[in-house]
């Protein structure tokens, strides 16, 4: 099993782009999150999915969109980079609820100028 | 609703114990521990469930009351591999998100 992946590791946008962070996991799991880490904030939810065709909105959804049309993929927009949304990303799947761990992927480092 | 965590920082010698807490003003349906080193991805470490339940680590272990919507992390006899930054994540009994707290920043030094 590869877990969860994440393409790419590193991006460099200028603002005003958009782009497509992809996130696949190969173990079945139900649950899907996006989060961002910014340094001394921990790491705050943007979008999470409950399932396939299943979407909702975490605690900084603003700039960004998610869809999940499979299990296995659950890929974040961004719609028109701007500085503020230099951060890395986490990507995360569990089998199910809250009762479950998560698994992270190895994140994007992606930089707005 | 993000979880609050104590201390920010801690710097431990080999051998020596120590207690992270997370603190949430949320009634809470589930605890969840991380430890993430530098550069790399959260892993996961501890579940506490409502009612008592608990998942995870042999050598790490955690309290959860409920009551007082507390989580505690004890790291004993702590071992260099133990340095990295500790999250607590948090579910409320109203919904499906999830919050992290800031983290806690733990060194071990020999």
């Known amino acids: 099993n590869a877990g969860v992946t994440q393409t790419p590791k590193f991006q460099v946008l200028k603002t005003g782009q958009s782009m497509t962070l992809q996130c696949a996991q190969d173990m079945n799991h139900e649950y899907m999150s996006w989060y961002r880490q910014d340094p001394g904030m921990g790491l705050r939810l943007i979008h999470y999915?409950?399932?396939?065709?299943?979407?909702d909105q975490g605690e900084v959804p603003n700039g960004y969109n998610v869809s999940r049309s499979t299990t296995e993929d659950f890929p974040l927009r961004l719609l028109s980079a701007a500085p503020s949304q230099t951060s890395v990303y986490f990507c995360a799947s569990q089998r199910g609820s809250s009762s479950y761990e998560q698994y992270f992927g190895p994140g994007t480092r992606l930089t707005v100028t | 609703q993000q979880p609050v965590q104590s201390p920010q920082a801690v710097i431990l010698r080999e051998g020596e114990d120590a207690v992270i807490n997370c603190s949430s003003s949320k009634a809470l349906y589930s605890v969840h521990w991380y430890r993430q080193k530098h550069g790399e991805a959260p892993v996961f470490l501890m579940i506490?469930?409502?009612?008592?339940e608990q998942k995870g680590h042999e050598k790490i272990s955690a309290s959860f009351n409920e009551k007082k919507q507390q989580s505690s992390l004890y790291l004993t006899a702590s071992q260099l591999s133990y340095s990295g930054t500790y999250f607590c994540g948090t579910e409320t009994n109203t919904g499906n998100q999830f919050y992290f707290g800031t983290g806690t920043s733990l060194t071990v030094i020999p």
């Open positions: 999915s409950v399932g396939a065709g299943i979407t």
């Open positions: 506490l469930l409502k009612g008592g």
